[in-house]
């Protein structure tokens, strides 16, 4: 098998290494204003051998259609929260859960929050491999003490049945 030390080293900065898997998940993807939304972001030290340190986790959302809580220590301010990680060592997990609450005068459609992991560890990877991204959909529902018979009835209708 050929080995160029050279090449090798030229192939590391062509695909530099993946040294986190960032995964959010929220427990639903449909809200109604003034309702809730629990989420998790789980970041993964991919890594044999490697021990990351001084990480920052930050989330960014629009702070005019939600407000945010989080029991994990952090740092709120327009538009972001963000979290450190003072060490992740190789294979690690590290777990941040957090709420956010949709406003009861936000916009009915799609909502889009994005979480971004940074440190001068993961300077060489892309943005990308470092990012995810949860869209939501604020959706209405019919005003209490409406009788849905009707409603079914007319959905039924368009849909042929």
């Not at 959010?24 to 989420?39: A, C, E, L, S």
């Not at 406003?103 to 971004?116: L, R």
């Amino acid at each position: 098998m050929y080995s160029d030390k050279e090449n090798d080293e030229d192939k590391e900065e062509m695909f530099p290494r993946t040294l986190i898997h960032v995964l959010k998940t929220p427990k639903t993807r449909d809200v109604t204003p003034g309702n809730t939304i629990d989420f998790q972001i789980a970041i993964q030290n991919t890594t044999l051998d490697t021990t990351l340190n001084d990480l920052i986790v930050e989330e960014l959302y629009d702070e005019s259609q939600i407000s945010i809580s989080s029991d994990s220590e952090n740092t709120i301010s327009q538009n972001k929260i963000t979290w450190n990680i003072q060490e992740l060592k190789p294979r690690q997990i590290r777990s941040i859960n957090y709420s956010m609450r949709i406003k009861e005068d936000a916009p009915i459609g799609s909502m889009e929050t994005t979480a971004y992991v940074l440190g001068e560890d993961l300077k060489n990877m892309s943005s990308s491999s470092r990012m995810t991204t949860s869209i939501l959909t604020v959706i209405k529902l019919p005003p209490a003490g409406v009788e849905l018979g009707p409603v079914m009835l007319l959905i039924s209708k368009m849909l042929g049945r």
